[in-house]
């Protein structure tokens, strides 16, 4: 492996705000790592609306102090291990979401660097499959996505309708529902230019926001799955009995919302359907970003027409 510097590059902003706030430096310390954790030498990541929403500082009652390297989901390969890691290795390529609590006091120094500290636990083997940039936009996304659904009791031959099927998280609930957990139905919706992304991820209804009344459809389904917080919606589009899963904002009755636990173990579990090609990573087609342009790939986020994960590629 290559020398370690003590010196590296990385994002940071020293206040919450816009996309403004965000800087290049190039002499940021090396994080030094504890006992359970590795040093991963970044070669991807990928930003998720809990960035941008961090960034504002919408969570600064629970925030890490300032400054702030911003980042949850990396890809890269170990270069160090702590004393009590028991089952990575230098040179082993791997992927997560660095954070195992969204909210709760996330890492100061994030995955938008040369380097980041990570906990083992939270890490998993990245999918042979697949190349850093790839790997990269799963993390988060995946492991919401089963969450939810996990918390929802979803199982085979139930039904299920994606509010927001196109973005991150969307484009995963509907993968996992198909092709893993054997729904017997999947509706999802996105604007016009999407629905044939929507059938070929295994929706087999694709309904068009922009023409239909979401509070009128006429199914209803076991299980909504809203990415996008749209309220009342799923509360009107699911059966009696049926549940209401929100990840962004607050669902009406009968429903909840949760906010992730980061687990490398569910990256492992999943990693099969993922090397097969069951479950297939959706990155936004504007990206890969290069390391130069993370304020352009916020930005891009921030408008909320992202397909799929916006992903910052290569980092020097």
């Known amino acids: 492996m290559a020398e370690i510097p003590l010196k590296m590059k990385a994002w940071v902003y020293e206040e919450y705000g816009d996309v403004s706030v965000l800087r290049l430096d190039e002499g940021i310390s090396v994080p030094e ?44 390969v170990v270069v ?29 120094f994030g995955s938008l660097a040369e380097y980041t500290a990570v906990e083992e636990k939270v890490l998993a083997i990245k999918p042979n499959n697949l190349d850093f940039a790839s790997a990269a936009g799963i993390p988060l996304a995946i492991e919401t996505a089963h969450e939810g659904l ?17 973005g991150g998280v969307g484009s995963l609930v509907i993968q996992l529902a198909k092709h893993v957990y054997g729904a017997s139905r999947v509706a999802a919706t996105s604007s016009t230019s999407k629905l044939e992304l929507l059938k070929s991820l295994g929706a087999d209804l694709a309904i068009d926001y922009t023409k239909e009344n979401l509070n009128e459809l006429p199914e209803k389904f076991d299980v909504v799955y809203d990415t996008v917080g749209l309220g009342d919606t799923g509360s009107k589009a699911v059966k009696e009995g049926g549940t209401v899963v929100g990840i962004a904002y607050p669902v009406s009755p009968p429903g909840f919302i949760f906010v992730l636990t980061s687990d490398g173990a569910i990256l492992t579990k999943l990693n099969p359907f993922l090397e097969s090609g069951k479950i297939k990573p959706i990155n936004d087609p504007k990206g890969p970003f290069p390391f130069s342009k993370v304020v352009d790939a916020f930005s891009h986020l921030e408008t909320g027409r992202a397909i799929g994960k916006v992903v910052i590629y290569p980092i020097p």
Do not use: H
């Open 80 to 108: 160090k291990v702590g004393s009590q890691v028991k089952n990575l290795k230098e040179g082993d390529e791997v992927y997560g979401d660095i954070n195992e609590k969204a909210l709760q006091s996330p890492k100061q």
């Open 150 to 166: 996990e918390r929802a009791g979803f199982s085979a031959g139930k039904s299920i309708l994606v509010l927001g099927g196109a």
């Open 33 to 76: 790592i504890k006992e359970d954790q590795v040093l991963v030498k970044v070669v991807a990541a990928a930003l998720n609306p809990v960035d941008f929403k961090r960034r504002q500082g919408r969570f600064k009652a629970t925030d890490s102090p300032l400054p702030i390297v911003p980042g949850y989901d990396v890809a890269g």
